[in-house]
C-alpha cells in the first residue's frame, strides 16, 4: 500500500535571472514501511524532495499524494498540522534546543504535535534509543551520537507515518552512526514507520531496503 506518490515532480528556484531545476520528472511510489534512501551527489535533488514529502515545500509541478491525500488540495494550516501530526524529522545537525535537557526536548515536539505533554510517553521514547540513563542531560552534555538518539526519540514520540532523516550520519563518526542507523531499523522494523533517507555515506546505503538514486534533479536508477 502507498504512503507516498509522486507524479511527474518538479521544483524550480529562482536565482537571479535564472531558475535552478533542483527537480525534474520525479515519478516514484513509496509504501508504507519502508526503509528508504536517496543518494546521489550534492546538489542532486535529495533534500528538496524530502522537504516535499515532509510538507515543508510545494512542488512547482506535477504531485504528490501523502496517505491518499492531494498536497495540493490542502491549505497551509491543513499542512501544518498533517506535518505535526504524521511526519517527525532527523537532521544532520541534530537541531536540538541547547537550553532543554533530553526529556524537554522529546516533550516539544509533542507539544508542536498538539498533544498533551505527556512525561511517561517521552521518558518511555528515550528508552528506546537506550538513552533511559541521560534524561536530564542538555544536548551539550551529550556525545554526537547520543545527540542523535535524543533528536530520533524526539522524531518518534509522536509515532509518526513517516521520518524524514537529511542525512542522520554525516556528523556522526561510522561507530555512532552504524549504531543509530541500527536504532533506526530496529524502530522500523517494531513500529513499521516509513523511513526516507538522503545520504551518501555506505553505512546508510547497506543498511537501507531500497535505494533511489538522483541525479541532476532526476530519477536515474532504483534499487
Ligand atoms: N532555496 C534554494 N534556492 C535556490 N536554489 C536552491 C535552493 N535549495 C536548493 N537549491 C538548488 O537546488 C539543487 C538541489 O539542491 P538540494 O536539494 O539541496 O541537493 P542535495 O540535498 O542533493 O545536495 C542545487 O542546485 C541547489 O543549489
Ligand atoms: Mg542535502
Redesign the pocket.
Known sequence: MAICTLTDVGKT?P?GDTM?H?LQGVSLSIDEGEFLAFS??????????LNLVGCLDTPTTGSIQLDGRELAKMSRAELGAFRAKNIGFVFQSFNLIPVLSAVENVEVALRLGGAEPDQARCEQALVDVGLGDQMMKRPSQMSGGQQQRVAIARALVKSPRIVIADEPTANLDSKNGEQVLDLMRRLNEDHGATFLF?THDPIVMDRVRRTVH?RD?RVISQA
Open positions: 528556484y536565482l535552478v533542483a546521489g551527489p550534492s546538489g542532486s535533488g535529495k533534500t528538496t524532495l538522503s538522483l534533479g
